[in-house]
Each structure stands twice: as structure tokens, then as C-alpha cells.
């Protein structure tokens, strides 16, 4: 239903200029009318949490703007095009990432950034988009389901952008990074049997894992365990935000006035925290139809992969539709408690930039697989 | 294309169709647990997380009352608030408080002093209760504070009403002070009412008068944000005042008094005798009340503890000296009253007295003896030989009695703290405390206000003013208006403890005596005669230094600190009684000559008020 009614609406509704300027853009009309909704709802939100200033809006709106370009020149390019690139593009992106750890400057404690004399860039941020390509480009050239082997060396091409990442280190970008590679690993269709098998995998790493973590990631993980036990250190995030939620009801308090967020208990609140902001300012009611907006655009996007025209488009556009997914759920996740701190942003609503940039590209790329028709193979 | 390649395109098709539903299915399935969690936190657990979510944002303060103030008869402010910066730390707040104290110390002075009271304030303290490390700061200083104020987590300006005696010395004994609350105190305070008091009354006026000067704790309800700073007030309910207190105390006299004491240490009270109220209670040496307010430091109380003079001693109502000739009136009247002597009966005084069949010699202090003696001369030259006899005839038990009338032996119940009741020996005190028997030869010299006879000169100035009533006896107090915030003022009460009826011509006998002490040229406060109202009084010597039996007391080669003790009581003018006054000068040998004009000094200033008041300290 939710997949076919707004191409009829389409179809029915607009008149045939504007679908033809569209069409001529290359560009959903029903993805992008979905994304201008909840992208006006964040800066709603925004305004709230950031205390009302205008200057955060300012920012905000500039970054969108660039986002939108990216989006809209993305969509112009042929996905054949993509595909082309994926091996240069993932290459470069290796290189760049091994350029941060060799040169990159400290910032946060973390070196993530690569300073191009004119740009500021964070490398390991266009591997969210590349490392699904270079997948979806490996696995599209043969037969599917992929052979043992094409597999293994499919998982190499994951394993090492998310090592270098989780070096930085990095841990949100690297988990997000990584799971974008297993999507387009599933969905390229690797056997049940594998995917348990990985599973069980990874649940025995969990032990080195712990063993190669910095200290402050691991008292986030102690943290996540059991906030209560550091309540004004590191355990002080979810607990506030925990009672900005639980506090916000089932209708919450009303746009701007969150008392958590506005008397500044809530850290964070308008970028990784925004999440618990909207709890409590729109309660249970609000945060559900926020959610059915976000999923309406999930499933959009994996509509569109059923749709592409080709393997390559099939695995990229699911892939990037699940890694928007990812971000949403790991956000939300840890803004409530269920998963532990990672600073990851929630999708199109939390202030700041590059994700912001990053996304608004990957959707550019679902328009440019779902607007380039061709013909079936002869 | 061959034809598998069509078959390997919809194959593949089909699968990543799969894949996709799979996917879908996975959203759909963690969005539930999502909305699960919200569930559990914004609906089950809703009441919860509002309570935290209120607690996080209202505090309630107390709102500390203002401490009443006290002001002389005059209106004359003894203790007063005035606002005052003082830099304070909160320990837990602070990372290194070492390191903290050394770098504050590089931006405004903090002397060891400081330091050493910060450290003892600190032991008394709870972790998160704040304590100054510098009190009165200068504005310059509140100022380089605040530049630097943001390196220093844990320490802040604070703006108190710092409790303030400007007249400190003169009135240190009587007002006491007050200082930070202690653990003890702390038990047994109200804590709710003190949660925002910092200050007890720590002794006199301000310990027994604790309850209404300290006034009732307001609150006020506030919404803060995260860094504790307050945003508004959502309820207020102010604090009540503590109540001001007029004092019967004449700080003029009281200025007199202690000026007229000189180089000596001593004590002087006296008392309006219609009211009972205390116009003059002096002890000297003092101190300076307003040290111990923010605090004293170790080495500056050492100091005061350690002084052989003894500053810290209340000699008014806790200095327990031997009375001396001062209470021959007192053991006359019990004479007249019991019916063993008459006012004119004789008796022979050749210097010294001997029980029958001891050999034991108890001296006068006339060397050659008084002569032929009655009670008035006995009274007016304070021959102890009389009083032996008298004594011996009493006996103890008719003494102690007698004399426990008119408040020797128990406390005056004065409205003061750590009053000592003296001593008024008995059989049975003796008995119980010593395991001894009554022998005779004690009683004759409880006769002459030595032996294991004790008063305070509070006792003292009671006694003589129940004898210029005639035996009314009002209880000495020194508080004489309790004025209430709203304006209402309330008289302490007049209590009266009345004395058995006597014959109203042995009061006047011996009134009539105590008027020859200075009439008389003969008398021994001859010296402090007015010509503009007449004095009855007593002079008295208290021995300090015993000695031995055939040797004789050498005042010159006896060290000063073994100097006898001085005393007079007095009361005028005699037709209408308006003051009673006892003064004791701690070694200063002859009442008449050393103790009588001290008296004469005060009672003139307060019957004549021939020297003007001058208006003490920088009272407003």
C-alpha cells in the first residue's frame, strides 16, 4: 500500500508541468516531500532545543542547503556511473582514511578530520556511502547468491574501512559504516545459515572487543549497563534524558516547554540528545508519528531497491536505505536507554553538519536509481 | 544474452525481494521494541520520571531569619546585623583544596590565622556545608575574586549579615556571641527552623535569648536549571524576624563601671531595685565578642584560655568569691530576727576571739580590738570579733538558713546562662560533700564571709537590693522588652520571691548602720559620702592568701596575685531605693578604699547623671 499509493497520487494529483520539471530534475517527489516534512519538523524541534536561537537555525538551513545540492546533483548522475566509480571511489576513501591516522589533527580526542588547506573533511563520513558501492559494484558482477569466496573478500572490503574508523577512533561512524556493509551483504542474499553463523561470531568477539576498547568507550558500555552508578559523570546523559522522556508522558509537556531541555539538565539536547527533546515536549503521540514518518521514508527507499533496474542498484539503494534506518534506531536506541552512548546523530533532525551533508546524498542517489529507467537487458 | 542470464536476472530479483520484505520485517520489528521502551518509560514509569523530573527543577530554600537586635534602656544597639563579604569553600565541590586555598592566596591575602580557623570550622562541618576561608573582605578584594572566580570550582563570594557587638569589650560577658553551629549544638536545634542559620548564640544574652532573636525560617520555592542558578520563584513564604530585646542595662553605667575598675580585675552588678533589672554586669578582663563570630582562630583563643586573667571568665555571675565582711549586715539582721542579740547590746572586742577552751585565736582585723562594741559600730567598723560571737550564738544551721533567704547558696535565676550558685555551707554540706562533721570553729567565720562561704557578685547586688526592699525579693533579670516583628512589645516578667515577713524596725536598724558605714567618720567607706543623696553600704575583704596563725598579713610583700579581694555592696538613696550595686576588685585590698568609690562612681552617674553619656562606640 504505502509503497504504491504515492506514485498514483502522483500520477493523479500534479499537474503535468510540475511533474515534468520533476521528472526533468530527476527527482521522488513522493521521498522528497516526505524528507521536507521531517526535515521542517527538526528545525521545529531545533528552535526549541537550542534554545531559540535563530543563529543555530541559521546554520542549520546552510547545511541543508548544501545537502540539497548534493542530493540534487546526485540525482542527475546515471547509477551506471556510480557503479563506475565504486573501486576509485572506495580506493581513495582508504587512502584518505590512513591519511587522517598519519596526519590528521587532534579534535575531540579523536582524529577525524583531514584538513585540506580550503576543507575541512572527514573521510570515514563517505564511507557510510561508498562501502555499500563497492559492495553492491563487487557482487553485481556475478551471480547471486555470492560464492564462498567473492563473500570473504566482500567482508574484507567491510572489515577494513570500519578497522581504520574504529582507530580513530570512532566508534558510532564505524558501527554505522559496518552495518551499511552487512546490509549490503544480506541483502545481496548470503544464506540464513551465514547470517546466524555471523551472528554467533560476533556475540564471541564481544570479549575482544572489550579488550581492544579505550577506556572511555568501555565506561560507556559499564555506563550503558548501569547508569546509576557514575549519576553526575558519565551515567548523567541517560539518566536525564530517561526522565526528559518518561517525564514528557503520553502527550508531553508542548513544544518549548521542556522543562529538562530548557533548564539545561538535558546535555547534548539539541544534537545526539534531540531525540529525548521531542519525548518530552510531544510525548508517546508525538514521538510515534515521528517514527511512522521516518519508517514511511525507510520503506520508500527499500520500495525503490525492489524497483532499480539492476543488482547494483537493487543492493545499493536498500543499503542506503537500512544505514538511514541504522541511524534512526541506534540514536533512539541510546537516547533511551536501550543500547549503549554512541555519538551518532538522529537522521535529519540533530544539529550538525556532515552527517547531515551525507544523508541528504545517499537520498540523492535512491532518486538517481529510481529516475534512470532503462531498458532490460537483451 | 543467453538465456540463463534472463533466468539468473529474475532469480535474483525474486531473492533481493526476499531480502527486502526480511529487511522490512526487521525495521518494523525494532521500531516495535523502540516504541516498546518509549512505552514503558513515557506511560508505565511516567509518574516516576515527572517526580525526578520536578525534583530536578524545584529546590526549596530556606530563607534564614534576620537575628533581633539588642539595644540598652537607652536605645543605645549592642548587637546589630551588618552585611559582610566572605569568601567560602565547599569542600566537596572543590578538587584540590590545598592547592585551591594556596591559589587563593595569590589573589587576596589569607593569612595562617585564616587558614588554621577554615581548618577547625572544617572538622565541625558537613562536606557540603560552605565555609569562609576569608571573612570581611574588602570590596577590592570581592572584586579580583570575581575575575578569577571561574578557576576556582567550589568557592564563592557570599554576601552575610554578619552578627556585629560594636561595643565589644563592654558588653562581651553580658551579650556573649554567636558563632557557626557545631555538631552538638546541631542535635539539639530545630534543624528544620536553622536550615538556613549558620549562627547560635554561644553564651549570655545571645545563648539564653536563642529562640526569639533566631526568628522563624521562611522558604521559598524555586525552579533552577542545571547549574543550579535560580530562574523564579514559584512560592514564597518570608522569614519572621527574630525578636528585638531592650536590655535594663544602662551602657553608660556599664561604660563607668568598668572604667572606674582601672587596672584591676573585677566585677561589678548592680540591679534596679523596683524591677529587678540588671543595669550594670561587668567583668573585666573582657574580650573582643566579635572574633569568635566568624570563627577565632586556635592560636588567638589560646591566647584568651591561657591568660592568667582569665578573659573568658564571666566574674559577674560565675566568679564565686569569698563575701567577706559584706554579709554582716545580713547575719546582724539574723540576729535581731532569731532574738539572740539586741541592735544596743554590747559586747567586748580586744582583737581576737577564742572558743571556750581552745586555744586557737581567731583575729580580728584591728590588731588592738574594737572595744566595747554594738551591732552598729560592729557594722559601721567591721569588727569581726562581734561576729564571731553572733555566729557562734546563731549557729550554722540558723545561718544557712537565714542567708539562703536572701539567695546565697542557690542561683538568682537571672535570664543568663552558666550562672554558679556560690556557697552557703550547712551541716548537711558538709556531710555530704566532705564526709566530714560541722566543727564550731567554721561557723565563726562564715560569721565574717570567709571559710567555705562562696557568692557571686550578681548574688551579692540581689541580696542588697532585697534589703533595701525590706525583703522583697525580684528576681534579677537582665532583659526588660521582648519586641515582636510586628511591633507588639512584651515586658519580661516581674518575678518576686518574697523574703518571711520580719520586724520592720530591725530592717531599718541595720539600715541605719549600713548608712553610718559611710556617714560615720568612723565608717569604712567613710571616703564615698555624697552630699546630694545618702549611701548605705558595706565594705568587705575577701582573704585570698591565708595566713598562718600568729603572723602577721604584710600587704606589701604579699605578690599581687595574693592580694586580698575588695568589696562593696551599697544601696541608694536610702529613703527610696533606686539601685543596689556590689563590686568586687580581685586583689585589690581594702574595700572602703578600692571597691566604695567604684560604687559611688555608678551611683552617682545613675541618680545624678552628673556625667553626661557619652554615645558609645559609633552607634547609630
Known sequence: ?378 | MPQSSIKNYLHESQLFLGRAIAASALVILLLSVLIGRLFYLQVKNHEHFTTLSQDNRVKVEPLPPTRGLIYDRKGVILAQNLPAYSLEITPEKTRDLEATIEELGKIIPISEEDVQRFRKLRKQSRRFDSIPIRVRLKEEEVARIAIHRHRFPGVDVKATLLRDYPLGVETAHLLGYVGRINEKERQIIDTSNYSGTNFIGKNGVEKSYENMLHGQVGLQQVEVNAKGRVLRVLENQPPRPGDNLNLFLDIGLQETALRALGDFNGAVAAIDIQTGGVLVLVSKPGYDPNLFVEGISAKAYRELEESPDNPLFNRAIRGQYPPGSTVKPFIGLAGLEYDVVGFHQETYCPGYYQLPGKEHKYRDWKKWGHGKVDMKKAIVESCDVYYYELARTLGIDRLHEFLYGFGFGHTTRIDLDNELPGLMPSREWKRQKRREPWYPGETLIVGIGQGYFLATPLQLASATATLANRGHRTRPRVVATIEKPDGAIMESPKIDDDLHQLDPEHWEQVIDAMASVIESPRGTAHSIQSPSYRIAGKTGTAQVFSVKQDEEYDEENVARRNRDHALFIAFAPIENPRIAIAVVVENGGHGGSVAAPIARQVMDQYLLGDTPVTPPGSAQ
Not at chain 1, 534531540?274 to 520508500?300: K, N
Not at chain 1, 536506541?333 to 552527517?355: D, F, K, R
Open chain 1, 1 to 378: 500500500m504505502i509503497w504504491s499509493k504515492p506514485n498514483i497520487q502522483f500520477h493523479e494529483s500534479k499537474p503535468a508541468q510540475a511533474e515534468g520539471l520533476l521528472a526533468w530534475l530527476h527527482i521522488d517527489l513522493t521521498l522528497l516531500s516526505a524528507l521536507l516534512i521531517l526535515i521542517g519538523i527538526g528545525l521545529a524541534i531545533l528552535y526549541s532545543a537550542g534554545d531559540q536561537e535563530f543563529v543555530l537555525l541559521q546554520k542549520q538551513l546552510i547545511r541543508l542547503g548544501f545537502g540539497f545540492v548534493a542530493m540534487i546533483t546526485l540525482a542527475q548522475i546515471h547509477p551506471d556511473n556510480f557503479r563506475r566509480w565504486s573501486p576509485w571511489l572506495y580506493g581513495v576513501g582508504i587512502i584518505l582514511l590512513l591519511l587522517v591516522i598519519l596526519f590528521g589533527e587532534l579534535g575531540k580526542g579523536a582524529q577525524r578530520w583531514l584538513d585540506l588547506g580550503f576543507v575541512r573533511f572527514q573521510p570515514s563520513e563517505m564511507f557510510k556511502l561508498t562501502l555499500p558501492m563497492v559492495i553492491a559494484w563487487y557482487l553485481a558482477e556475478h551471480r547471486l547468491p555470492p560464492s564462498t569466496s567473492r563473500l570473504l573478500i566482500a567482508g574484507l572490503f567491510t572489515v577494513i574501512p570500519v578497522l581504520l574508523i574504529a582507530k580513530q577512533p570512532d566508534l558510532g561512524t564505524a558501527l554505522l559504516v559496518g552495518t551499511g556493509g552487512a546490509f549490503a551483504l544480506f541483502l545481496a542474499g548470503i544464506s540464513w545459515r551465514l547470517i546466524f553463523a555471523a551472528g554467533a561470531g560476533l556475540a564471541a568477539m564481544g570479549p575482544l572487543a572489550w579488550y581492544l576498547m579505550h577506556d572511555y568507550q568501555r565506561q560507556r558500555v559499564l555506563t550503558f549497563l548501569n547508569p546509576e552508578s557514575d549519576p553526575l559523570g558519565t551515567g548523567y546523559h541517560i539518566i536525564q534524558s530517561k526522565i526528559a522522556i518518561g517525564s514528557g508522558g503520553i502527550s508531553g509537556k508542548g513544544w518549548l516547554n521542556g522543562t529538562q531541555s530548557h533548564l539545561e539538565f538535558l546535555p547534548e539536547r539539541h544534537t545526539d540528545f534531540i531525540f529525548a527533546v521531542i519525548s518530552e515536549e510531544f510525548g508517546l503521540v508525538g514521538i510515534i508519528a515521528l517514527l511512522t514518518l521516518y519508517l514511511f521514508i525507510i520503506l520508500r527507499g527499500l520500495y525503490i531497491a525492489t524497483q532499480a533496474q539492476d543488482t547494483y542498484g537493487r543492493i545499493l539503494a536498500g543499503s542506503l536505505s537500512l544505514i538511514f534506518f541504522v541511524y534512526l534506531f541506534v540514536n533512539a536506541g541510546m537516547v533511551t536507554g536501550l543500547l549503549p552512548v554512541v555519538g551518532v546523530p538522529l537522521p535529519l533532525i540533530s544539529y550538525g553538519g556532515t552527517s547531515l551533508v551525507t544523508i541528504l546524498a545517499g537520498f540523492g542517489m535512491l532518486m538517481s536509481i529510481h529516475t534512470h529507467k532503462k531498458l532490460l537487458p537483451t
